[in-house]
C-alpha cells in the first residue's frame, strides 16, 4: 500500500515532443506528490509539486495532472528539449508522515 | 538560504574497512534528515532517517548505522563494508507541513567498495 509504481522505465522523445511519465498509488491518505529531477552524477532535484486539492499545477514547461479517483498523477514536459534529458522521480507522503516514497523513476532522452 | 553539504564526493574503499559518510545543513531548524542509496540506474532507497537529534529509524537491516549527533548533523556508518554496500549515497533534508513543504538533496557520495 506504499508503493508508488511509475512508468515507463524509459522514454526517448523528440526535440519539441511532449514528454508524458505516469505514476500510481494505493495509499489514499498521501496527500503531497512531488517529481524530482536528477541529472547524473547529481542528487534529484524537487521540480514540481502538487497537493489533491488540485487537479492540475503548471510551472513553465511542466505540468502535473492529478487524478484522485483514479489514484494516478502525471508530469507532461511540454516542447521537450534536449536539456530536459535526465532522470525523473515521483514520489508520494501523508500529511503526517515523515518519508518520501519514490516511484523506481524514469530515464528521459529528448533527442535534438 | 537552505544549503545542504555532503562529502566526501567520491570514496574507493577495500572490503572489510569502516565508512564514515557525514552531511550538514544549514539555514533550516530541525529538519527531517534522511540517508538514500542508489544502485546504478535504479530508484532510491531509503536507508534511515531521523526527526530530531538521537532519533533514527532504520528502513532496511544490513550492517550500516546512522546517527545524528546534532541538530544539523547527520552520519552514516559501517564497521566492516561489503561489496555490496557500493552505490551513491544521498543525504537529504525535509521541512514539512500543511502549507510548507521543503525539501533538498545533497551532492551525494559514490562510494566504491573494492
Known amino acids: 500500500q506504499q508503493q508508488v509504481k511509475q512508468s515507463p522505465q524509459s522514454l526517448i522523445v523528440q526535440k519539441g515532443g511532449i514528454s508524458i511519465i505516469n505514476c500510481a498509488y494505493e495509499n489514499t491518505a498521501f496527500d503531497y506528490f512531488p517529481w524530482y529531477q536528477q541529472f547524473p552524477g547529481k542528487g534529484p532535484a524537487l521540480l514540481i509539486a502538487?497537493?489533491?486539492?488540485?487537479s492540475e499545477k503548471k510551472e513553465g514547461r511542466f505540468t502535473i495532472s492529478f487524478n484522485k479517483s483514479a489514484k494516478q498523477f502525471s508530469l507532461h514536459i511540454m516542447d521537450s528539449q534536449p536539456g530536459d534529458s535526465a532522470t525523473y522521480f515521483c514520489?508520494?507522503?501523508?500529511?503526517?508522515?515523515?518519508?518520501?516514497?519514490f516511484g523506481e523513476g524514469t530515464q528521459l532522452t529528448v533527442n535534438p | 538560504s537552505q544549503t545542504i553539504h555532503q562529502w566526501p564526493a567520491t570514496l574507493v574503499q577495500p572490503v572489510g574497512s569502516p565508512l564514515s559518510l557525514e552531511c550538514t545543513v544549514e539555514g533550516t531548524s530541525n529538519p527531517n534528515l534522511y540517508w538514500y542509496r542508489q544502485a546504478a540506474g535504479r530508484g532510491l532507497q531509503l536507508l534511515f532517517y531521523s526527526v530530531g537529534i538521537g532519533q533514527i529509524s532504520s528502513e532496511v537491516p544490513q550492517n550500516l548505522s546512522a546517527s545524528r549527533p546534532q541538530d544539523r548533523q547527520f552520519i552514516l556508518s559501517s564497521k566492516k563494508l561489503l561489496l555490496s554496500d557500493s552505490g551513491f549515497y544521498l543525504c537529504?533534508?525535509?521541512?514539512?507541513?500543511?502549507?510548507?513543504?521543503?525539501?533538498?538533496f545533497g551532492s551525494g557520495t559514490r562510494l566504491t567498495v573494492v
Open positions: 537529504a533534508w525535509r521541512v514539512f507541513g500543511k502549507s510548507r513543504e521543503e525539501n533538498t
Open positions: 502538487i497537493r489533491p486539492d488540485v
Open positions: 514520489a508520494a507522503s501523508t500529511a503526517s508522515g515523515s518519508r518520501l516514497t
